[in-house]
């Protein structure tokens, strides 16, 4: 789900662009102005080239950062059930940390993003990382049809991202 990314001199051809800099010499915040609508894009220095990213991108790229955490906790819950002693606390812990990281950066994501579309995706990505992991770790049972509606439910994630106006 490559987000697109916007040169700063493409930017530049089509609408008015300011750069701020912040405290890090390599970042920049800035904004542009199109149609009388005013678009904040963050950009990142990467070596010679601009990269620059849309708000809405970012909040795509965070919510698929905190469907990534949500499997985290998942696989935590794996590991709590085959550890013994003193190592259950540790995934206990993971499972608490991963638990907060992505219902912050869900959190964040719906702040530009349609509720009930960045909640569906977060889950999907949960659901479906789970099961892979599952699967490849935990050796959870493979089937035609486990696959095929992970792969329906999959489409469904995809479908959702490229319906949705942001």
């Given at each position: ?21 912040l405290y890090h010499p390599k970042l920049e915040f800035s904004y ?135």
């Open positions: 789900m490559g987000a697109p990314h916007y040169r700063k001199s493409d930017l530049n051809k089509a609408q008015i662009i300011c750069f701020f800099k542009e102005i199109n149609n009388n609508f005013l678009t904040f894009v963050k950009c990142l220095h990467v070596r010679d080239s601009d990269l620059c990213l849309k708000e809405q991108d970012m909040n795509w790229i965070i919510l698929i950062i905190a469907g990534l955490f949500e499997v985290g906790y998942t696989y935590s819950l794996g590991k709590v059930k085959e550890t013994t002693g003193n190592a259950v606390y540790a995934w206990y812990g993971v499972f608490a940390l991963c638990l907060a990281i992505s219902m912050i950066l869900l959190i964040k994501s719906v702040q530009g993003l349609p509720l009930g579309t960045a909640y569906a995706i977060w889950t999907g990505i949960g659901a479906v990382g789970t099961v892979i992991i599952g699967i490849l770790v935990f050796k959870d049972p493979v089937s035609f049809w486990r696959l095929f509606f992970i792969a329906t439910l999959i489409g469904s994630i995809l479908g959702l991202k490229f319906v949705t106006g942001h």
